[in-house]
């Protein structure tokens, strides 16, 4: 008999998920703001800071989801 435990994923693998799913979801707040603009603006909002860090989240998720996809913990 084969008495193997089931092999874990390394927790930057879950990391990267929820960089992933935070980055989509700020990312598309900043794009929804870009649509349809407030009243109220801060100094910077030109810049348009949810389009930007919503994207870093989002490469350094999928960054993290490849490079720990195949690893296995024991």
Do not use: C, R
Not at 13 to 18: A, D
Not at 24 to 46: K, Q
Not at 55 to 63: A, H
């Amino acid at each position: 008999m084969d008495n193997q435990s089931p092999k874990m994923k390394p927790i930057w693998f879950f990391v990267g998920i929820m960089l992933f799913s935070m980055g989509l979801i700020v990312t598309l707040s900043g794009v929804y703001d870009l649509i349809n603009p407030n009243a109220s603006t801060s100094v910077l909002s030109e810049l348009h800071p949810n389009i930007w860090w919503g994207g870093v989240m989002m490469i350094f998720g999928i960054i993290f989801y490849v490079t720990n996809k195949n690893e296995t913990v024991n």
